[in-house]
């Protein structure tokens, strides 16, 4: 393995098991994002940058952070977006390292070993969450943006999507088997946490699987009813009684606070169509300004990562996020087309793009439900998306222009 993909599994691993937690001397590396820093000067002095920001999303990212940054003057309480600076800013400093780091598909292989691997260490260090009378409550063995159970289910949704790629691509029963392992640990994990949203994620990015990435329906489908098995036979007692609160959405506080705190961050949106109220203000701009009668609390989420945009960032801010997801999802589409013209003249598995996209629909499914815009998942995802491209791209033009040298 190279320098970069070692401090890129690194920073993986720091993050996602919250090892600064544990070890004290690791979590200075976290606070003052040392390694991410000096794995970012690795690659600037060994890659330099100008290729990466040849991409629209690196731009698009770029923009959204200027956008964070400048809620320090405008926003409503502008020391509040001093974190979310940092945070969007240092894992643009990580989204650059995986993509020097993941160019090959081996890397990438390991890479989604990797993830999976610790999203299973994960959920075991955190198995005593797990009670079959309750919904598991708050994590602290993990990173700080898996460390409430709908939010550790959100990271295991995305994550199973690679999971189902390593056990689709493994080779020989023995492989599989070892590969079914850590998939079976996240689907404990994430029906566990008895989370609505997760579940709403897994769905979705089954039945894209289903429909976009299966060339053998008949085994997708099997594929999908074996999912489909264990979430019920691992599910824990009082799970399908809570998912069926989809349904009857009214009834629950849960889901009638959620949608009033979108109501509000709508209206934060039309007073503020520009730039919203600011990064991180939206609690204080609604105990403020948008609390009306009735409402239960001084201080809410938004609850929803687009909301949480709108209110906060204006429209600009959310075409601008819609524009990054759409990008990603497109780059992944036209990669598996750009492998599908050339068969053979890779060594590259042309669904292995939809995959990725795979884990962003189970990303963007769950964000409807969850704040956590600051979090980890799209810069990683952009990563991989990138990383992909780069490599079919490249491999496909040595190919034409070893044809043309030939001729």
């Given at each position: 393995?190279n320098?970069?993909?070692?401090?890129?599994?690194?920073?993986?691993?720091?993050?996602?098991?919250?090892?600064?937690?544990?070890f004290?001397?690791?979590?200075?590396?976290?606070?003052?994002?040392?390694?991410?820093?000096?794995?970012?000067?690795?690659?600037?002095?060994?890659?330099?940058?100008?290729?990466?920001?040849?991409?629209?999303?690196?731009?698009?990212?770029?923009?959204?952070?200027?956008?964070?940054?400048?809620?320090?003057?405008?926003?409503?309480?502008?020391?509040y977006?001093?974190?979310?600076?940092?945070?969007?800013?240092?894992?643009?400093?990580?989204?650059?390292?995986a993509y020097?780091a993941?160019?090959?598909?081996?890397?990438?292989?390991?890479?989604?070993?990797?993830?999976?691997?610790?999203?299973a260490i994960?959920?075991?260090?955190?198995?005593?969450?797990?009670?079959?009378?309750?919904?598991a409550?708050?994590?602290?063995?993990?990173?700080?943006?898996?460390?409430?159970?709908?939010?550790f289910?959100?990271?295991?949704?995305?994550?199973?999507?690679?999971?189902?790629?390593?056990?689709?691509?493994?080779?020989?029963?023995?492989?599989?088997?070892?590969?079914?392992?850590?998939?079976?640990?996240?689907?404990?994990?994430?029906?566990?946490?008895?989370?609505?949203g997760?579940?709403?994620?897994?769905?979705?990015?089954?039945?894209?699987?289903?429909?976009?990435?299966?060339?053998?329906?008949?085994?997708?489908?099997?594929?999908?009813?074996?999912?489909?098995?264990?979430?019920w036979?691992?599910?824990?007692q009082?799970?399908?009684?809570r998912m069926?609160?989809?349904?009857?959405?009214?009834?629950d506080?849960?889901?009638?606070?959620?949608?009033?705190?979108?109501?509000?961050a709508?209206?934060?949106?039309?007073?503020?169509p520009?730039?919203?109220?600011?990064?991180g203000?939206?609690?204080s701009?609604?105990?403020?300004?948008?609390?009306?009668?009735?409402?239960?609390?001084?201080?809410?989420?938004?609850?929803?990562?687009?909301?949480?945009?709108?209110a906060?960032?204006?429209f600009?801010?959310?075409i601008?996020?819609?524009?990054?997801?759409?990008?990603?999802?497109?780059?992944?589409?036209?990669?598996a087309?750009m492998?599908?013209?050339?068969?053979?003249?890779?060594?590259?598995?042309?669904?292995?793009?939809?995959?990725?996209?795979?884990?962003?629909?189970?990303?963007?499914?769950?964000?409807?439900f969850?704040?956590g815009?600051?979090?980890?998942?799209?810069?990683?995802?952009?990563?991989?998306?990138?990383?992909v491209?780069?490599?079919?791209?490249?491999?496909?033009?040595?190919v034409?222009?070893?044809?043309?040298?030939?001729?």
């Open positions: 393995m320098a970069a993909l070692v401090g890129f599994l690194s920073i993986v691993a720091m993050e996602y098991l919250g090892l600064g937690y544990q004290p001397f690791l979590q200075k590396l976290l606070i003052t994002t040392a390694l991410p820093l000096l794995m970012f000067a690795y690659v600037l002095s060994k890659h330099g940058l100008s290729e990466l920001f040849e991409n629209r999303q690196i731009k698009i990212i770029i923009v959204f952070i200027i956008l964070t940054a400048s809620a320090m003057l405008h926003g409503l309480i502008g020391q977006a001093i974190d979310p600076f940092k945070q969007q800013f240092g894992y643009l400093l990580v989204l650059t390292v020097y993941l160019r090959t598909p081996a890397a990438i292989k390991i890479y989604f070993w990797f993830i999976v691997l610790v999203h994960a959920v075991v260090l955190n198995f005593d969450k797990f009670d079959q009378s309750e919904r409550g708050a994590f602290s063995k993990v990173g700080y943006f898996m460390g409430d159970g709908n939010d289910a959100w990271s295991l949704s995305i994550t199973f999507a690679f999971s189902l790629f390593l056990l689709v691509t493994s080779k020989g029963l023995l492989v599989r088997l070892i590969a079914s392992i850590p998939a079976l640990f996240i689907l404990v994990g994430l029906v566990g946490t008895q989370s609505r997760a579940t709403l994620a897994l769905s979705a990015s089954m039945l894209y699987y289903l429909l976009f990435i299966s060339k053998r329906k008949l085994l997708g489908v099997v594929t999908v009813l074996v999912v489909a098995l264990g979430v036979t691992l599910s824990p009082g799970y399908f009684e069926e609160t989809i349904s009857t959405y009214e009834e506080t849960s889901a009638t606070g959620r949608l009033r705190a979108w109501g509000h709508v209206d934060m949106a039309i007073d503020h520009i730039l919203g109220v600011g990064a203000s939206f609690n701009a609604y105990g403020r300004y948008y609390r009306t009668e009735g409402d239960p609390q001084r201080w809410i989420s938004t609850h929803s990562v687009y909301f949480k945009v709108l906060e960032y204006g600009t801010g959310i601008i996020f819609f524009i990054l997801l759409y990008s990603n999802f497109a780059e992944n589409h036209r990669t087309r492998l599908r013209a050339n068969p053979g003249k890779t060594n590259i598995q042309d669904y292995l793009p939809l995959f990725i996209n795979m884990a962003l629909i189970a990303y963007a499914v769950a964000a409807t969850l704040s815009l600051d979090y980890p998942h799209i810069y990683l995802i952009t990563a991989a998306t990138l990383a491209k780069y490599m079919a791209k490249t491999q496909t033009e040595d034409k222009d070893a044809q043309h040298t030939s001729t």
